[in-house]
């Protein structure tokens, strides 16, 4: 066991954990965050991405030791005061989303996405992606969720949470 | 744009958004592997490595060994405590059935069989106490490819089912189909392989199962499209559980596909297990585990022969296929490859003469069952591809010979040759409508430009119908199903006006609590928020089929109408009684009942539904409360239909294929909610079009999968596909109060051969009729460079 200290959507946390525990497995069953998900065992799908010291992280890919004092953003944590992130709205203003197993992580990447690129093309976006699956959407209403969202941001419609 | 708080607004047909999406978009869904309960343990399977293996030995002792392990148990346990082999729903007259047992007693035959499970205090020690397991086999030969399966001398996959024939099942009159053969002008013949695919929900499947002794009950919460079925068939059934001490949740599903419809093994073993170790039992898939035991889809190799006359008109179909449905059969798996198949070999065509005659094979693979669209997109694909096929032969234009052959729209109800009795259609207006919009002489113009400039545009079309919500009890029942397939929906009006529905229908991505909210809210004039959906819990809703084959508007949607006319007739009769006035004299509007032709004489629906449980001034006779339940039991399927297609570009250097454009115009009948009408679609093309493009499970002569994770298996990415365009056409069904079809499937349904056939389209320079799927670029490379002499 070792001891981690990681601040998880703004709140501290000090836990004693397995070397081998992963960041998603810790968030999950530790802290009880079943908002980030578990997709695949290959690191392909992307259900499990949150944000680390504000860059997008696929967490079944980082042991929870690796998050040692970092600050950590889930799903949960993403809306502020009960105002949804407008990437949050967004996914829902453009039907972004169906089965909503892949949509935490889909957010998340596109939060990352929009912090680098805040006017991307539809291009931009659909690559910008390429780490996360979606079997429902076809993706057609994610790329449109992630424009709406970074024009809503552009226009400065609502305070930014988690980055 | 509608919004939540507009009553008696036209709500059915508004793009309202989605109620539960707030829980997901905030992380709050709670799917079975998010469920935790106290003193959980949690399951480990043991899986072979093998084929098709003799078991002849399972020692325990090393895992047994290690702190934290509770159990380790085998089939030959399970069989010991009387758990029965796992039943398929359908059958057929000479249908082999080998034994499917949730651990393998004696043989394992396919790689991934669950031959023991291990019952641990945490996943880890589980999965590492699983690794411990010494089974010792003696390998055997494998077949894995269904056409070799049933040649002679092949290896046996059970030894009940001599030469691996699973059944054979042939529909439609083989003698006017050979005599029109012989006097046709000419006849198309084409081989084509539907490969298998693998359905990939993104959630993995999971199972968590709780026996409390008190109440001598048992609890599963499962990943699951239909939970009163898992309950009947492994209550009944496998576990001998009866019905009311056994309930299954199926809470947020992560997408299905058809995928979790079936009973499987582990869901079975963690049910016993719990109720044997007296704790909690979880087990939740890894990828790798979905990959070698989520029921796999398609797998079909087909010849079709179509004849024609000199007017290009099809007189006569022959269809033979070979349907390999793995190593043992699932709930639908007899049904998928016939009954949802054969059915719609006549299309949007009026075929005089079609026969289909159908072998189906064990091998040492996955089972096959149902996947999205399940057979149907089997027959679209057979009949759409060769279609273009004989177009070229004809030197016909594949837009007009598809014209030449369509059903007339004065020609319905239209008895196929294969069976089924199209009750509604009009076919042309939405080829009309899909090659206007797609300016398609423009295209085909612009095609010819590029191939003298050396670019290699391909369009592809696809006129498909389907048959869906599913199904006519009566007519299953006819031909094999071990159930029926109507839908329960309760309306329940509480004393205040609010309204809780239970159906049997199941959401797992679909948007239920939206459009069946919507349905609630348009016929009582409240607010979509004044109304409650629960679906999913065998212990609140009445018994239910679930969600599959695009029936839950069109059966599950048509019980809910039934039940909101229901409440509002004893509403209407309650209102009468206070407003001292004849039924018949009552109108319902706008969520108030009032006297015709004196609308200041009113009562609400609130105020009516409080009468109804005060009860303190009732009509004499009348009970107390307001609510009804209904079971719709549909007189016919529905009949979606729709032309799609598809423009690519084929990079000839690489054998890239660029999908550019892809415009699909589709007949739902009356749509409940465009926005998440739109968005099935999207799914579905995208699925369809993978499979033509990408998407392909392999496996080698020893039965290992080649394409077991989503690094090898080519599952569709945002930047392979453009932003799909899509239109309609409205022939509302007439065999629902709605008027609605299905549309959870057509995408997958048409997609595939619009794609493929814009693919060869693009390569018919080449002199290259057709390739099989998936279309990559090594294969259209190697194809190109062989038509031209190896460079
Ligand atoms: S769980 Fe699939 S990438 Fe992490
Ligand atoms: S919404 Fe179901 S996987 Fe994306």
Not at chain 2, 418 to 431: F, H, K, R, T
Not at chain 2, 605 to 634: C, I, K, Q, R, W
Request: with cysteine; aromatic share 6%.
């Amino acid at each position: 066991m070792t001891e981690i200290n990681v601040s998880v959507n703004g709140r501290g946390h000090t836990r004693d954990v397995e070397p081998r525990t992963l960041l998603v497995h810790f968030l999950r069953e530790a802290l009880g965050l079943t908002g980030t998900h578990v997709g695949c065992d290959t690191s392909q799908c992307g259900a499990c991405t949150v944000l680390l010291d504000g860059r997008g992280v696929k967490s079944c890919t980082v042991l929870a030791v690796q998050a040692n004092g970092g600050e950590i953003t889930t799903i949960e944590g993403l809306a502020t005061d009960g105002v949804l992130h407008p990437l949050q709205a967004a996914f829902r203003e453009t039907h972004g989303l169906q089965c909503g197993f892949c949509t935490p992580g889909m957010i998340l990447s596109a939060v990352d996405l929009l912090a680098r690129n805040p006017s991307p093309s539809e291009r931009e976006i659909r690559h910008g992606l390429e780490g996360n699956l979606c079997r429902c959407t076809g993706y057609q209403n994610i790329v449109k969720a992630v424009q709406h969202a970074a024009h809503t941001m552009a226009g400065g419609a609502s305070a930014v949470a988690g980055d | 744009m509608a919004t939540t708080s507009e009553p008696g607004a036209s709500l059915i047909g508004a793009s309202v958004k989605r109620k539960e999406d707030q829980r997901f978009i905030t992380g709050k869904g709670r799917y079975t592997d998010d469920v935790t309960l106290p003193g959980q343990t949690y399951a480990a399977f043991v899986r072979s490595p093998h084929a098709n293996a003799t078991i002849n030995r399972i020692d325990a002792s090393a895992a047994l060994a290690m702190p934290g392990v509770h159990a380790v148990l085998t089939g030959a346990d399970m069989q010991a405590a009387g758990v029965n082999p796992i039943p398929p729903g359908w059958l057929h007259p000479g249908i082999k059935i080998a034994e499917f047992r949730a651990l393998a007693v004696g043989r394992v035959s396919h790689v991934g069989n669950a031959v023991a499970v291990v019952i641990a205090a945490s996943p880890s020690i589980a999965r590492d106490a699983a690794d411990l397991v010494d089974v010792d086999y003696t390998d055997h030969p494998a077949v894995a490819d269904a056409v070799a399966a049933l040649a002679a001398g092949a290896p046996q996959v059970h030894p009940d089912a001599p030469g691996n024939v699973v059944f054979n099942w042939q529909l439609g009159d083989a003698a006017a189909v050979d005599a029109a053969m012989a006097g046709a002008k000419s006849v198309v013949r084409q081989h084509l392989v539907n490969q298998r695919l693998i359905a990939n929900a993104i959630e993995p499947r999971a199972s968590l199962a709780n026996y409390d002794a008190a109440a001598d009950e048992l609890t599963l919460y499962v990943t699951s499209q239909n939970p009163h079925v898992h309950r009947l068939i492994m209550g009944a059934f496998v576990l001998g559980i009866p019905e009311h001490k056994f309930r299954v949740i199926a809470p947020d599903v992560g997408g299905g596909f058809g995928s979790k419809i079936f009973i499987y093994p582990e869901e079975c073993v963690v049910a016993w297990a719990s109720k044997t170790l007296g704790r909690p039992v979880k087990w939740t898939a890894t990828r790798s585990e979905s990959f070698l035991t989520d029921a796999h889809g398609r797998d079909h190799s087909t010849d079709v022969e179509m004849a024609f006359d000199d007017a290009g008109t099809i007189v006569a179909l022959r269809v033979k296929t070979v349907a390999n449905l793995g190593a043992y059969l699932t709930l639908f798996a007899p049904a998928v490859p016939t009954y949802l198949y054969g059915t719609l070999m006549s299309g949007q065509y009026n075929i005089p003469a079609i026969h289909v005659d159908v072998t189906a094979a064990y091998t040492n693979t996955t089972p096959v069952d149902a996947y999205r669209g399940a057979g149907r997109p089997e027959a679209t694909y057979a009949l759409e591809r060769t279609m273009d096929v004989a177009a070229r032969q004809l030197g016909l234009d594949p837009a007009e010979l598809r014209r030449r052959n369509l059903i007339a729209p004065d020609a319905f109800p239209f008895q196929t040759a294969v069976a089924l009795q199209y009750d509604s259609g009009n076919y042309e207006p939405a080829l009309d409508k899909a090659l206007a919009l797609i300016d398609y002489p423009a295209r085909r113009a612009e095609q010819a430009a590029g191939r003298a400039a050396g670019t290699h545009i391909g369009i592809g079309l696809s006129a498909y119908i389907e048959a869906c919500g599913l199904a006519p009890s009566h007519i299953v029942g006819s031909l094999g199903a071990q159930a029926g397939l109507y839908e329960s929906g309760v309306v329940r009006i509480h004393p205040t006006g609010k309204v809780t529905v239970l159906t049997g229908s199941h959401s797992h991505g679909q948007g239920h609590e939206t459009t069946f909210a919507q349905i609630v809210a348009q016929e009582l004039g409240c607010t979509i928020d004044d109304v409650e959906i629960v679906h999913g819990d065998t212990g609140r809703v009445p018994f239910g089929m679930g969600t599959y084959g695009s029936r839950s508007g069109a059966v599950g949607g048509a019980a809910l109408f039934g039940s909101l006319q229901k409440v509002k007739d004893k509403g209407r009769r309650i209102a009468a009684h206070l407003l001292e006035a004849a039924p018949e004299d009552v109108d319902f509007a706008g969520g108030n009942f009032f006297v015709k032709g004196s609308p200041s004489r009113t009562k609400s629906f609130a105020e009516v539904s409080l009468a109804a449980y005060l009860a303190h001034n009732l009509p004499p006779d009348m009970e107390p409360g307001l609510e009804a339940t209904t079971f719709f039991n549909p007189s016919n399927f529905v009949f979606p239909f729709g032309v799609h297609i598809a423009i690519v570009e084929v990079d000839t250097e690489t054998g890239h294929v660029t999908l550019q454009r892809y415009l699909a115009v589709d007949d739902f009948g009356n749509v409940i909610n465009p926005m998440i009408v739109d968005g099935q679609l999207h799914g579905g093309i995208a699925q369809g079009a993978a499979q033509a493009l990408w998407e392909g499970a392999q496996y080698d002569s020893n039965g290992q999968l080649l394409t077991g994770s989503m690094m090898n298996y080519g599952l569709p990415k945002a930047a392979f596909l453009p932003m799909f365009e899509t239109d309609r056409t409205v022939t509302p069904s007439p065999v629902n109060p709605l008027g609605v079809k299905g549309a959870g499937e057509a995408g997958t349904i048409a997609s595939t051969a619009a794609v493929a056939n814009a693919v060869l389209d693009a390569l018919s320079p080449f002199g290259i009729t057709h390739l099989d799927m998936p279309l990559t670029p090594a294969r259209i490379w190697s194809a190109i460079h062989g038509s031209h002499g190896g460079n």
